[in-house]
Structures are given as structure tokens and as C-alpha cells.
């Protein structure tokens, strides 16, 4: 099992950015892919963007393609999203999430095994 606690979010103004992290304990973090999802009031969660267990490939939703960034550290057991010319409509609360399928539609959160809390960003326009 792993714990996943995010950190980070607040309130910017539109344009502005912001870098989440996602601190991991538990079992070896390498062994799970990790995605971060968000969920806007009265919205579905979403996928935003996911990250293989190497950090060799990472997928991206088309609404944050180019803005945001994924990474990881895996020494650090620790998960980062980097978000750049941030627009209203990218206020939600924002998850990270791991997971041990194999294979693994990166995309669906039906696939993700743990969850953390949760951190609300909050854009203002």
C-alpha cells in the first residue's frame, strides 16, 4: 500500500503558475504508474496527466497539453505537476493517484488504486 499527500495549490491569478507535488510513503514508489486527476464542482473527476513507473513517457489531457508539465523523482519518492498559463476553468480540486495495473489505461481513474486527499487550486480570471 502506498499514502500519497498532495501539496502546493492556492490561489493565482490567470497566467500565473503553480507546482503541485505528491509525496509518496509506503511501498516502493517505482512501482507505480502515477497520475494526477481533477474534479471542478458539480464536474466528474478527470484525467490531467500520467506518468509511466521510469518517468519515460508521460500522457496529457488536450485541455493541459502544453501548459502543464509531469514529472517524478523517484528518489525523492515524489510526484510533481507543473502548471503554466493557468486559465480559470483549471480551478478544481487536483488528485494524485497511483497505480499497480498492468496494463493500465493511463487515461481512466477506474485503474488507479490509491488516492490522496486532494489540493484545491483556485484560478482567478
Known amino acids: 500500500q502506498v499514502q500519497l499527500v498532495e501539496s502546493g495549490g492556492g490561489l493565482v491569478q490567470a497566467g500565473g503558475s503553480l507546482r503541485l507535488s505528491c509525496a509518496a510513503s509506503g511501498r516502493t514508489f517505482s512501482n507505480y504508474a502515477m497520475g494526477w486527476f481533477r474534479q471542478a464542482p458539480g464536474k466528474e473527476r478527470e484525467f490531467v496527466a500520467a506518468?509511466?513507473?521510469?518517468?519515460?513517457?508521460?500522457y496529457y489531457a488536450d485541455s493541459v497539453k502544453g501548459r502543464f508539465t509531469i514529472s517524478r523523482d523517484n528518489a525523492k519518492i515524489t510526484l510533481y505537476l507543473q502548471m503554466n498559463s493557468l486559465k480559470s476553468e483549471d480551478t478544481a480540486v487536483y488528485y494524485c493517484?497511483?497505480?499497480?495495473?498492468?496494463?493500465?489505461?493511463?487515461?481512466?481513474?477506474?485503474?488507479?488504486?490509491?488516492w490522496g486527499q486532494g489540493t484545491q487550486v483556485t484560478v482567478s480570471s
Open positions: 493517484a497511483a497505480s499497480t495495473y498492468y496494463p493500465l489505461n493511463y487515461y481512466s481513474r477506474a485503474d488507479y488504486d490509491y
Open positions: 506518468i509511466r513507473r521510469s518517468g519515460s513517457i508521460t
